[in-house]
């Protein structure tokens, strides 16, 4: 990167048409999220925020919703209820091209009350079935064609396949730009996944490592420590591989294995990444025997969870994968030679995020029967519970002989002084309404994802297995994940 500019941030505007405004995520993160870019005076006085949903809701008894997804935050009652006065509803039928015209009306209004300008954006928090219909229905009505500048927010998942996506993406791009369509992965809004990508800019003796001549294996775990829960009849038809490869696993892989941008603009950064991802093959049937191993959870031992087979809505000859572990190697000079492993899964004993970028030992120390090489030097991003950058690099064992041990040397981003760390949603939101869509998947960008994980699934279909293998929940799952690198001379860090 040549040079360093500061950028500040600046206070934004306009109005926010939020589509399941009655709906969890809302309640959870987006509301909360919308309040902190307030606090922090990010957000102006000149922003309104107009929720919809079927619901016959009033703007007051929608404003106690709101009120209560942000009774947590710590702030004064001035600001509480100077925040809440921005907030309206109004009944609507994403699927009823009548109410879009009262949709336009409302939205009026609210531009001449608050002077949000000609800045709009739509945040569909539904189900992805609607989102040709919403779509259309702004365009059909006038609202997206009225002027000034109108962007889309989209929830995962986006289609179920590249056939499915592509036609979702061709109705969307009847009613928007590309420009303006923002595809959301809050993994990208993650602090410690942003933090990738600075360390690379920041520090190039880092960058100069980054390339088979000193890297042994990358490894990506995202491990939840919770089962599915009442997401049976979703997870069923999406399992770990749509519900975290095709996105998360593949966007943070991208930001560590792509070549380094010319600089950090969109443009550079978005270019970098689709390259990346052109360079991972599709699966053979081959590959994907050998490369991919996928798990259901048994019942836990203290019978706190019980089997997937016997969750709610979830079918009871189902071959759904609740793990996933695998690697792919990509296809260029700096890589070449270079696993990418990455495992995920539900109902484990632990919940984490890590990407480990494994150092190269010329030393013969490794002992893979112990299932563990404490000597291997590597870098640690910690995206969460913990935060933060770690180094874990060998010095003398204090003795007469040579010998050596590990020690660590770590940042925590959450004690950084007079740091703030901001959500996910509230750092993506912002984005949106700044018109930055660095941190968000573009239409090539994904594409080329749904194409490397279309090949797995395709290559299972064809193997036609009937049962999968399994881990008792509350473990570290399966033994077949860790024969996978085993078979390659690696094992997993942790």
């Known amino acids: 990167m040549k040079g360093c500019s500061i950028m500040t941030n600046k206070q934004v505007g306009g109005l926010i048409v939020m589509f399941g405004a009655a709906g969890d995520l809302a309640r959870r993160k987006l509301y909360p999220s919308l309040f902190r870019l ?38 004064d009652e001035e600001t509480v209820n100077n925040f809440i006065k921005h907030f309206f509803y109004t009944s609507h039928d994403a699927t009823k091209a009548g109410d879009y015209e009262n949709l336009k009306a409302e939205m009026s209004k609210l531009r001449n009350e608050f002077s949000t300008g000609e800045k709009n954006l739509y945040y569909l928090s539904t189900s992805p079935a609607l989102f040709p219909d ?20 989209l929830e995962k998942p986006f289609g179920t396949d590249l056939s499915s996506a592509k036609e979702l993406n061709d109705a969307l791009a009847i009613s928007f730009d590309e420009k303006d369509i923002y595809r ?15 360390t690379r800019f920041f ?38 591989i749509r519900d975290m490869l095709q996105n998360h696993i593949l966007q943070v892989a ?35 025997a050998k ?10 031992e203290d019978g706190e969870f019980i089997n997937y087979l016997a969750e709610n809505e979830v079918a009871e000859d189902s071959v759904t994968e609740t793990y996933l572990a695998g690697y792919f190697q990509v296809n260029n000079d700096r890589w070449g030679q270079v696993p990418f492993y990455f495992k995920t899964g ?20 490794t002992d893979i029967d112990r299932g563990c090489n404490p000597n291997q030097s590597r870098i640690t991003f910690n995206i969460q519970p913990e935060t933060g950058l770690a180094f874990n690099l060998n010095q003398k064992l204090p003795g007469e002989e040579l010998l050596p041990t590990m020690v660590t040397i770590h940042s925590n981003v959450d004690e950084l002084n007079a740091a703030y760390v901001p ?51 509350k473990t570290r799952g399966p033994k077949e994940a860790d024969e996978l690198l085993r078979q390659n001379g690696h094992v997993w860090v942790k």
């Open 38 to 75: 307030y606090q922090r005076q990010l957000l102006s006085e000149n922003f309104a925020l107009l929720g919809n949903s079927r619901r016959e809701w009033t703007d007051d008894y929608f404003r106690d919703i709101v009120l209560e997804s942000i009774a947590d935050q710590e702030a």
């Open 291 to 300: 490369q991919m191993v996928r798990a259901q959870y048994l019942a836990s």
């Open 423 to 473: 959500d996910a949603y509230e750092k993506l939101i912002y984005d949106a309404l700044i018109g930055d869509q660095t941190n968000f998947s573009t239409w090539e960008e994904l594409a080329e994802q749904w194409r490397i994980v279309d090949s797995i699934i395709e290559n299972w279909q064809k193997d036609g297995s009937t049962s999968l293998p399994t881990y008792v929940g």
């Open 134 to 153: 919403i779509t259309q229905g702004l365009k059909d009505a006038g609202i997206v064609t009225d002027g000034g500048t109108h962007r889309v927010i």
């Open 254 to 288: 991208t930001l560590l294995g792509m070549e380094l941008p010319a600089s950090p603009s969109q443009d550079d950064v978005h270019t970098s990444k689709l390259a990346f991802l052109k360079e991972i093959n599709s699966f053979t049937e081959d590959q994907t």
């Open 203 to 240: 520090n190039p003796v880092i960058e100069s490592l980054l390339n088979q001549e000193f890297v042994s294996n990358i490894q990506i775990t995202l491990a939840e420590d919770m089962p599915i829960g009442s997401r049976g009849g979703y997870y069923d038809k999406s399992g770990a």
């Open 184 to 198: 959301i992965d809050h993994y990208l809004g993650k602090e410690m996944v942003q933090n990738i990508l600075a």
């Open 346 to 365: 539900k109902a484990l004993d632990d919940k984490r995020t890590t990407v480990e970028i494994v150092l190269k030992d010329d030393v013969d120390k």
